[in-house]
């Protein structure tokens, strides 16, 4: 009852808010009526978080949906970063992942779930060296393998994301070994490519890795498998 008269109050007196500001009786009221309310309807403040969130939910999809669509040469067809699956895809997802980050290493299951379940869809991986000095050491590494021996790319890859914990130099040369790869040094052209994949994780807005964009999504963390597939569903069904 309360809420409907706090609403109709308010709807009633906004021509004379724009006409005359209130009194100070009117002011006091109108804060007690709104106190009362809310006390006797919690509800409106989780509706009204809710609605909120809903907000700035949308509004970060319309940054995101703006910044793919300016960035579409830099996110999917940089010729430095790796790619996965499909050779002519459907779907391409860009991964940001860290060889030290354990959530990536964990969610890296799922990324081969869903190329296996989907083998129209692709996956463009960034590393982002975002802990500790054997990140960037890895990630060069990777990144140089690609660039100069692209069918041994994989195996070093998943090699390297099997080691629990962070990589050092001990672990980054046995990874080499095992995979019977041999690389004198990183090359410059992989520490450019990490330098491109900062500026586009910053200009997404990607605070960690694991992210992963699927369409004009940007999924953060180790999410769900079913969340992931969902997405992929959703950006499969909008392709024309």
């Not at 709104?34 to 949308?58: G, H, M, S, W, Y």
């Not at 060889?99 to 969610?107: I, L, M, T």
């Amino acid at each position: 009852m309360k809420k409907s008269l706090l609403l109709s109050l308010l709807f009633l007196m906004l021509p004379a808010l724009a006409a005359a500001p209130f009194t100070p009786e009117q002011e006091a009221r109108i804060k007690q009526l709104i106190r009362e309310t809310l006390v006797e309807n919690p509800a409106i403040l989780a509706e009204a978080a809710d609605a909120f969130d809903k907000e700035a939910a949308r509004q970060q999809q319309n940054v995101v949906a703006q910044m793919v669509a300016k960035n579409r040469d830099a996110l999917f067809n940089d010729a430095g970063s790796p790619r996965i699956g499909a050779k002519k895809p459907a779907l391409t997802l860009v991964y940001f992942t860290d060889y030290n980050c354990v959530f990536c290493k964990k969610f890296e299951g799922d990324i081969n779930t869903l190329l296996k379940a989907y083998p129209q869809v692709a996956v463009v991986l960034k590393p982002l060296p975002y802990r500790a000095e054997s990140s960037l050491t890895s990630a060069r590494l990777a990144l140089t393998v690609w660039e100069q021996q692209p069918q041994n790319f994989l195996k070093l890859h998943e090699r390297m994301m099997a080691k629990k914990g962070n990589h050092d130099e001990a672990s980054i040369q046995a990874a080499l070994e095992k995979t019977g790869i041999t690389l004198n040094a990183p090359s410059k052209a992989s520490l450019d490519t990490i330098n491109r994949n900062l500026t586009l994780a910053q200009q997404l807005g990607v605070q960690g890795t694991p992210a992963t964009l699927v369409g004009d999504q940007l999924i953060s963390g180790a999410v769900p498998y079913a969340q992931l597939e969902a997405a992929v569903k959703t950006a499969l069904q909008a392709k024309p």
